[in-house]
């Protein structure tokens, strides 16, 4: 990528903003979500736990499929974090919430998914993320930013055996993302390359978005991670997760699936 190019391309990101109707301009509930962004630096200042228990709260109480409310949620400070874990929070966050998916506590009312464990783990995915993004808007209108990890420091789903092992994970239960917050060194970060609306809408029958659309937003991708990290790039990091993958993959099945994969 040429050095216009690549100048060009930051100008585009930039210059994005989120699409509001002057109507709706001034209410806070929609800025706080609209203004949301995923933050990898914070300042040395604490969390109150008063702040914390509110975001908690947002996450206990978040929508969920009839209700199941199938989630738990691994809760760290800084201490708690390294006692566990060994080293620091990822991004010298001051406090962590590991989602987890749970059907445990469903399993010992009414065992509703003896058959079908794709739809069980689905299920515990779609209600334990719901719940994650409760929290970070909670975050946001607290002022506390927050970011959603899945591998950095294994916090997710893609380190499952690890969490497994570590946490003591019973059958039924499984590491899908852990968010960490802290108060954001910087609050004017540019919005991520974002597809268009007409790009990843429909009505009737489904619109495949055209290839131009999706080599543009890539571009952008490629030069905005370059802009944050100058001795790496986008497609070396995609070139990490797939060396991930079939470990990954594997370790989902068997937690997951069990033995009725195996057979």
Known sequence: MGLFSFARKLGQILGQRPNVPAAFGENRLVQT???RRSIRKFVDRDIKDDEM????EAGRLAPSTVNMQT???GVFNRESWKDTFGRATPYGAMRAVMALGD????????DIFPDAPLVE????????????MNMTIMAEAL????????DTGKTGFFSATYLRETLKLPSGVYPLMTIVFGYPMRKDLPMPPKFKME????????KQTEEAGVQEWFSLMEAGYKAGNLFSSFKAKLNYYRGNL????????DMILGQKWKT
């Open 33 to 35: 979500i609209l203004n």
């Open 53 to 56: 228990a509110l975001i908690l």
């Open 71 to 73: 989630w738990s949620f």
């Open 103 to 110: 059907v445990t506590r469903i399993k010992r009312s009414a």
């Open 121 to 132: 783990y689905t299920v515990g995915v779609i209600n334990a993320s719901l719940a994650a």
């Open 143 to 150: 002022g506390i930013g927050s970011v959603m990890l899945s």
């Open 199 to 206: 790009d990843i809408t429909f009505c009737g029958d489904y």
């Open 246 to 253: 079939n470990r990954a993959e594997s370790e989902l099945k």
